[in-house]
């Protein structure tokens, strides 16, 4: 599936900024990042989620994208609210535009899954974290994929031993490998695919799809859902419990790059 197209299509939507699991996410990659880190990377950024979670707290943010849309409402919403320590930049992170060793962390959320080339991809970032950074990630937890995974453009799943052995080939150490998103998060998810199931479509960037989320953010349903929102966020608490847990929907992954 080409990303660029598909994050056009969240974007115009809107509607997938709102995702209970990717909110939670979120969350869960920033709790990582340590206070010494001040120059940090956002690695597909789209619309925006851990830029304006995080970003402004005396760090300096570089979001990459390859959608033109996606940067384009980036820069709106930094103006509206007066985020000024941030940086944009249309790029692809696989050939990533910067020197070598730049960067204090780096955050890819929901990436890896999506690229033909994973490891490729984490030895661009590794090259462009100085010695000690850390990398922040998150991926698809399991072994098969699944029909929300086809839709969504994934072509793997990871397990804690395959992402762990990555991350290794390219000279990063992990810090923590951590399963996450049971049950709360993995029975959200599976409500979501059979919703997206009966949509019709070939994935996020079809035709289908796109007018599909275009009448969802007008409809009272996803009214009524922002209002359950806070609930099920505090429901989802569940799941920080269970971190540990292997049947989580998905893996958190944090590692170092070597001093020297």
Known sequence: MNYEKMNNVICQSFVL??????????????????????????????TGNYLFTHGGRNRDFLCFDLSRPALQLLKQKAEEIGKSRISFLRADAQRAPVRNDVFDAVIAGDIMEHLQDDIDFLAEMTRTLKPRGILVLSVPHGERLTPFDKRAGHIRRYTVNSLTALTQTVGLIPIETACWGFPVIRLY????????????????????????????????????????????????GIDDRLKRCEKGSWLILCATKASG
Do not use: C, H, T, W
Request: charged letters at 30%; a positive charge.
């Open 189 to 236: 998810d599976e409500l979501v695919s059979v919703v997206l199931n009966r949509m019709g479509g070939n994935g996020f960037a079809s035709r289908a799809d796109m007018n599909f989320l275009r009448k969802l953010a007008k409809s009272r349903v996803f009214r009524f859902y922002l209002l359950l929102l806070p609930f099920l966020e505090r429901v989802s």
């Open 17 to 46: 900024e709102y995702g209970l699991d990717s909110r939670k996410r979120v969350r869960a990659l920033l709790k990582r990042l340590r206070k010494q880190e001040k120059f940090i990377l956002d690695v597909g950024s789209s």
